[in-house]
């Protein structure tokens, strides 16, 4: 059944055909660099010397903390060099530089039975196993345990994917629908929640097929092309939510003791010419996937998420790392001359916080702050629909963010707000 | 060697843009007002038409000077000056001299729309006030309307029309209209340029609300109190609904709701501000049609309501969402 919408807007519709294509395994990575790095806060520590070889999924680095995350070597071959660097969203870190020798499926043992796995052996699993919630990069154990005391009835796997491109959970879950199934699973029984559902946005056509393979008890349907979807939001699910990669490798680490040591992500854009989903190893270099979709004219310019709130790279030398699930190659992005507001209240019409972006950035442009608290941009979760939809392109989102930051400050007193 | 994710770059998401651009505002504006001026000109000839040339004209080198004037890169594109222009030859006699058009744009585009800073900073309605100050300065010429069968040329000034009282005049004399329901609908009556065809403002009414660049919170609002106040205070012999007839066809009514009330730049945007907003500028028309001077108020009306709009919207808005955050926030 599907679910009544909150404000919002459409966007066109884009993933095809990534959506209907067959993952892709590139099979030419020659060298993966690796972050040794487990959480905010808690470092690891390298277990092997300098140019010793390692095998696939062997442990690489163990975390000074129990609560860390430990780093397993996602390719075979053999480690020939660290070196650190600053990294603006890990810190500072050590990297590990792993030269590939072959790139092989792993062979899969028999599943061992996960049917008597306690809550808190599962949690154990998944902290042993590295295994990285793809949705907002943090370790599952840490959200599982997160989410225990506050006694969930339903867990999600959440594959809305509600923006322009992005279709690499639909690509998890037509991969093995049942293996996301089960881990999902796993991650209800964690938490001692009695249901558990995937939740998609999907057309009718993946729709069906989807419908085929999941009971419809576990499935959650939403309205595709609309942005952005805060419905789980709205029935109070969205702390309970969990990536669909995450329950797959959940599912695979209790069954056949195999750490996350793979990510799918989506390549696309107007720049790539081969748009797919593909499957690599953790610490491929972003230019090697890339070039793998024919994203090579230099002019292209690259987003690191999807179009909607995406960053724009400096550089595409980074390695590919858990939280990866969208690369958007475009051609030089264009900057649209912005004029001044006209005040048509289509910002304000999109808004799913139901705030007057307008308002608020009038305000603040005018630095009349100490008005500013009175419209909550604090409330802003910058889903830049206001900015998407403004037909003068205001960057109406950004100019609600910096509010919130000054909200209260007074630089000017301007007389009694009989207004406020 | 490997960057990092320095994020230097100053340009921000979203990285898409909705295909909307402040020219597709005033293009359905546009699209709602050739209708009217073909249908003029088959009536009055080509004089509406020259009429609204030269005011576009007008509009453009005004809007170029301005913006020379505060070194600035024209925005003409935004069609916003052009709309200007046609909403004020509509409100035009055909008989109007072409000055007197070129006066109201002028005021309109120099003074009250480039002199607050341009589309979208003005805090009134162009057209309204461009009306509303020629019907001060000139008021013997404005609601000059000639008489049904009067050969309107090209001329560029007209001596001795012969003009007949509009249906607005009549009301306000009150006198009994001697116009039968039909002729209103089909724009046989006197008036002006873009006014008196009440079918085919009907036609662009719809258009725009299927559009969604007019909307019906304020339009009908405004047009049901204006019927209502007809009803309890009526200007003419006769039985109600000839009072609503009259009143609604007559004047820049219905003109005006849909294309004064509904200028983005300076109407709430919330729909129960737009509501009291209707209501109250059908309040303000009527009241000006009452007692005012001159045989229609509308653009005053209109100003006065400009000045409420943000006002209006603000505290709407407060009132219907700020309890819920206020509850969100206790929770
Ligand atoms: S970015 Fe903020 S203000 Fe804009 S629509 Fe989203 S929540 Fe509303
Ligand atoms: S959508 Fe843009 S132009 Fe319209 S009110 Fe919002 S900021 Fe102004």
Redesign the interface.
Same mark, same amino acid.
């Given at each position: 059944m599907r679910i009544q919408k909150n404000r919002g =807007?459409y966007?066109?519709y884009k993933k095809e055909p990534m959506a209907s294509l067959p993952l892709l395994r590139p099979d030419h990575i020659r060298q993966v *660099?690796l972050p040794i790095f487990s959480e905010y806060g808690v470092q690891c520590r390298l277990l092997l010397e300098k140019d010793s070889p390692v095998s696939q999924g062997q442990l690489l680095a163990e975390p000074l903390d129990e609560k860390g995350t430990p780093v397993y070597s996602s390719v075979s071959g053999i480690l020939t060099d660290t070196y650190e660097?600053?990294?603006?969203?890990l810190g500072k870190t050590t990297?590990a530089i792993i030269e590939c020798m072959t790139m092989d499926e792993p062979e899969l043992d028999a599943p061992l039975d996960t049917e008597d796995l306690t809550a808190e052996e599962l949690v154990a699993i998944a902290r042993e196993y590295g295994i990285i919630d793809e949705i907002d990069g943090l370790p599952l154990a840490n959200k599982l345990e997160g989410m225990v005391d506050l006694y969930p009835t339903c867990i999600v796997a959440d594959a809305i994917e509600d923006q322009?491109y992005s279709c690499s959970a639909w690509a998890t879950l037509r991969e093995d629908y049942t293996q996301v199934l089960k881990g999902l699973r796993l991650a209800a029984r964690a938490i001692h929640a009695a249901e558990y559902k995937i939740a998609v946005a999907l057309t009718r056509v993946h729709e069906t097929e989807l419908k085929k393979e999941i009971p419809p008890e576990h499935l959650q349907t939403f309205e595709p092309d609309f942005y952005p979807h805060k419905e789980l939001d709205d029935l109070g699910l969205a702390p309970f939510s969990i990536g669909v990669q995450a329950c797959r490798a959940l599912y695979r680490a209790a069954s056949y003791k195999e750490p996350q040591t793979e990510g799918i992500l989506t390549i696309a854009g107007p720049a790539a010419s081969l748009p797919i989903n593909m499957r690599v190893p953790f610490g491929t270099s972003l230019r090697v996937a890339l070039e793998v979709c024919g994203v090579s004219d230099p002019s292209s310019e690259v987003?690191?998420?999807d /179009?909607? =709130?995406?960053?724009?790279?400096?550089?595409i030398? *980074?390695?590919i790392v858990p939280g990866m699930t969208c690369i $958007?190659g =475009?051609d030089a $992005?264009k =900057?649209?001359a912005s004029?001044?507001?006209?005040?048509?209240?289509?910002c304000?019409?999109v808004c799913h916080k139901?705030l007057?972006p307008?308002?608020i950035a009038r305000r603040f442009e005018n630095n009349q702050y100490s008005g500013i608290d009175?419209f909550?941009p604090s409330?802003c979760d910058g889903c830049?629909a206001c900015?998407? *939809?403004?037909?003068?392109?205001r960057?109406v /989102?950004?100019l609600v963010l910096e509010a919130s930051t000054v909200a209260g400050v007074i630089l000017f007193d301007w007389g009694p707000h009989h207004?406020e | 060697m490997i960057g990092g994710l320095i994020m230097t770059n100053e340009r921000r998401a979203p990285f898409v843009h909705h295909m909307a651009r402040p020219v597709s505002l005033s293009l359905d504006a546009f699209i709602a007002l050739v209708p009217l001026f073909l249908f003029s000109t088959v009536f009055f000839g080509s004089r509406p038409l020259l009429l609204a040339f030269l005011n576009m004209a007008t509009a453009v080198l005004c809007e170029a000077f301005a913006c020379l004037l505060l070194k600035r890169k024209p925005q003409i594109k935004d069609g916003t000056s052009l709309i200007t222009a046609l909403l004020i030859t509509g409100m035009l006699s055909p008989t109007a001299p072409f000055w007197l058009g070129m006066v109201a744009t002028t005021f309109a585009i120099l003074l009250v729309k480039m002199a607050f800073g341009g589309t979208g900073r003005n805090l009134f309605n162009p057209a309204a006030a461009g009306i509303a100050f020629i019907t001060q300065c000139f008021p013997g010429l404005i609601f000059q309307y000639p008489e049904s069968g009067f050969e309107v040329t090209n001329a560029l000034l007209f001596q001795n029309v012969s003009v007949s009282p509009s249906p607005a005049s009549s009301l306000q004399t009150g006198g009994t209209s001697s116009y039968l329901w039909y002729e209103f609908l089909l724009g046989q009556v006197p008036g002006s340029i873009a006014t008196t065809a009440i079918l085919v403002l009907c036609a662009s009414m719809i258009f725009l609300f299927v559009r969604k660049s007019a909307s019906p919170a304020i339009t009908l609002s405004f047009l049901a109190t204006c019927a209502l106040i007809a009803i309890a205070f009526p200007r003419v012999e006769g039985t109600w609904y000839n009072s609503v007839l009259l009143e609604l066809c007559s004047g820049y009514l219905i003109f005006g709701a849909i294309f004064l009330l509904n200028d983005p730049v300076t109407t709430p945007n919330h729909w129960l501000a737009r509501l009291f907003f209707g209501i109250f500028a059908g309040i303000l028309v009527m009241v000006f049609r009452h007692i005012g001077r001159f045989e229609e108020g509308l653009c005053f009306a209109v100003l006065l309501m400009n000045t409420l709009s943000t006002i209006l919207d603000r505290q709407c808005w407060k009132l219907l969402h700020n309890p819920k955050r206020r509850k969100e926030e206790m929770a």
């Open positions: =807007t966007l066109p *660099i660097a600053e990294h603006p969203l990297y322009l987003l690191l998420g /179009s909607m =709130t995406g960053l724009l790279l400096d550089s030398d *980074i390695p $958007v =475009t $992005v =900057t649209h004029s001044p507001c006209l005040n048509c209240g289509r304000a019409k139901h007057l307008y308002e009175a909550h409330a830049n900015s998407y *939809i403004c037909p003068a392109k960057n /989102s950004e207004d | -």
